[in-house]
């Protein structure tokens, strides 16, 4: 069986705008979490808080879903196997999750593929957010 190991596209123009693949959330400590599906090998982080509230790690939706962030710092969230203009002003763009095809199921939400037009010729590096080793460029002449 091949391993279910998700990978983003990630083009970052501003370091001030790096989406992180989990983030801590205060929450009341009387939530429950309940794990879909319910037989699945997957516990949440929950860490003591304060004032009756715990923390808990989750997945950040700017580094799960397929969102960007334009020239002006305003967020856009895009559908999953979309395609994408890119008109080369952007601070921030990020193709989701992608997933085997035939794992969607484990990661509701992600995608399998992803598709962007650049309209501006340069050169454009990009990075997997869940593996920051995996790097490259996109050339647009």
Same mark, same amino acid.
């Given at each position: 069986?091949?391993? #279910?190991? =998700?990978?983003?596209?990630? !083009?970052?123009?501003?370091? &001030? ?18 794990? @879909?599906?319910r037989e699945a090998n997957i516990?949440?982080?929950?860490? =003591? /808080? &304060?004032?009756?509230?715990? $923390? ?8 799960? %879903?397929?969102?960007s962030i334009d020239s002006t710092?305003?967020?856009? $969230? ?5 395609? #994408? @203009? ?5 601070q921030y763009i990020n193709s /989701?999750? *992608? ?18 037009? !650049? @309209? &501006? ?8 957010? *869940? ?5 490259? %460029?996109?050339?647009?002449?």
């Amino acid at each position: 069986m091949a391993p #279910l190991e =998700p990978h983003t596209v990630s !083009f970052l123009f501003s370091n &001030k705008t790096f989406a992180i693949p989990t983030a801590p959330f205060a929450i009341p400590s009387s939530t429950k979490f309940v794990p @879909l599906p319910r037989e699945a090998n997957i516990k949440p982080n929950i860490l =003591p /808080g &304060k004032n009756g509230t715990s $923390i808990a790690i989750v997945s950040n939706a700017m580094s799960y %879903d397929p969102s960007s962030i334009d020239s002006t710092g305003k967020t856009k $969230i895009f559908s999953p196997n979309g395609s #994408l @203009l890119i008109f080369g002003n952007e601070q921030y763009i990020n193709s /989701g999750w *992608l997933v085997p095809e035939g794992t969607e199921k484990v990661f509701p939400g992600a995608s399998t593929t992803f598709s962007a037009t !650049f @309209l &501006k010729a340069g050169i454009y590096s990009y990075t997997c957010s *869940l593996h920051p080793w995996m790097i490259g %460029d996109v050339v647009v002449k």
